[in-house]
């Protein structure tokens, strides 16, 4: 399985927005800075997350970007989705007839590695945004 850095660096920008203002935008750069992401590559995932609605952008000097939801409103699964990340553990599709080695059946493994990736994706869609707020909260104390 593979997370690639978009994926990752979505989670942490928007985990660093909704841990550092509530009320005002937060500027990319600022989340470059603090998160040491690169600001180009954040201008990227960003575009992504504001076509998807995750966040929302804000003009002018103090602009920046602001969640377009409570943070217990947004799912990882959804950042991940937003960002066009899939988490997968076979590299088959699992639709196809055809099986995982080039052969007509599945390989030994796959259903080991499919039961896997729900496990992994159902864990993404029961954990939020405030959900690493507080655990970075108890985790620092």
Known sequence: MKLTTKGRYAVMALADIANFDKSNPV???DISLRQNISLVYLE??????KKNNIVKSV???????????????????????????????????????????GKSSKC?????????????????EKKNLSDLIKQNLHTNI
């Open 27 to 29: 500027s990319l750069r």
């Open 44 to 49: 990227q995932i960003f575009f992504k997350l």
């Open 59 to 101: 003009r002018g000097v103090n602009g920046g970007y602001i969640l377009s939801e409570e943070p217990e409103n947004i799912k990882l699964s959804n950042i991940f989705s937003a960002v066009e990340e899939k988490i997968q553990t076979v590299n088959c599709k699992k639709e196809s007839k055809k099986g995982c080695n």
């Open 108 to 124: 030994i493994t796959h259903y080991l590695w499919d039961e896997l990736e729900i496990y992994i994706n159902n864990f993404f």
